[in-house]
């Protein structure tokens, strides 16, 4: 059976760290369109792993804004924060293969003796990789990677390869605060949930193979990637909450609207402004993932909404 023709299991998973804005509506309305076009589910799961930086209240704020958008998700929310149980199992059952390994190393102890860094930070020089220096213990635990190239082929960006070793070096599964690392829950969660299909930003993708490789040691099932394009504001930056994200509005279908034609979508002009329902409703009929741009840019209300636009 070809991964065309499983009935697709999709998930929207945002971090509750402010309410959602038109770069997370991106990956809600890609990831709907695309589930729900295929006859699949769509699932709602909340990033809250990293209590830190949650801000009060945004997860709910997050749900109310994608009901009132007609985002209905399928069956319970799941919630990062409550399966801590569940990733320490399977950190026992990586370190029980010998795959993990526990690192005395601080950030700056990394950037002191890594001086190379790749797109996301230091690359791990594999200090602790053969045990820890006397008197030190452990303060994060790292996956071991190959030196071999990781490959995966996403829906939009097409083949993809990246080694490690080179570019990563052997990442963090635990961190010192005791929390979890992202790239371990995420494959848990998409595994356990039965997750067919990963819709995402595109600054998720040098992350990916990651995700493949830990799936190929804990043997699960590798999703569909779908990885879209990003959404900048006006001043060139990628749309987030800490650089002045602008918020969903709840009243009506027009961000869906905008949305849909930043991906590419030839929605009609006659839909602008027309209930959540309706737009998405065309979306889920009528999406096409070849139409869907690689380039990142500014969504058409940003530019209206420039100073000096």
Known sequence: MS????????????????????????????????ARQGGGRWLLRIED?????????AADEIMRTL?????FWDGEVVWQSRRSERYAEILARLDGMGLVFGCTCS??????????????????????RSGLAP????????????????????????????????????FVLRRADGLFAYQLAVVVDDADAG????????????????????QECLRFPHPRYIHLPLAL?????KISKRHGAVAVGRDSGEQLWQALRF????????????????????GVRYFELARVPKDPRVPEPLKKSAPGG
């Open 195 to 214: 997750v067919t299909q990963v819709v995402r930003g595109q600054d998720l993708l040098t992350s990916t193979p990651r995700q493949v490789y830990l």
């Open 3 to 34: 991964a065309e023709s499983i009935v697709p299991i999709g998930r929207f998973a945002p971090s509750p760290t402010g309410p959602l804005h038109f770069g997370s509506l991106l990956a809600a309305v890609g990831s709907y369109c695309l």
């Open 67 to 71: 009901e009132a958008l007609a985002l």
């Open 135 to 170: 008197g030190r213990r452990a303060r994060a635990w790292r996956l071991r990677v190959p030196s071999s190239q990781v490959c995966l082929t996403d829906g939009v960006f097409g083949p993809q390869s990246q080694c490690l070793a080179d570019e990563v070096g052997d």
């Open 263 to 282: 991906l590419g979508q030839a929605v009609p002009v006659t839909l602008r402004g027309a209930p959540p329902a309706e737009v998405l409703d065309w």
């Open 233 to 237: 504001a006006a001043e060139g930056k």
């Open 107 to 128: 950030r700056k102890e990394i950037l002191a003796s890594a001086p190379h860094a790749g797109e996301e930070g230091p690359i791990y020089p594999g200090t602790c």
């Open 49 to 57: 792993l990293d209590r830190p930086r949650e801000v009060a209240g």
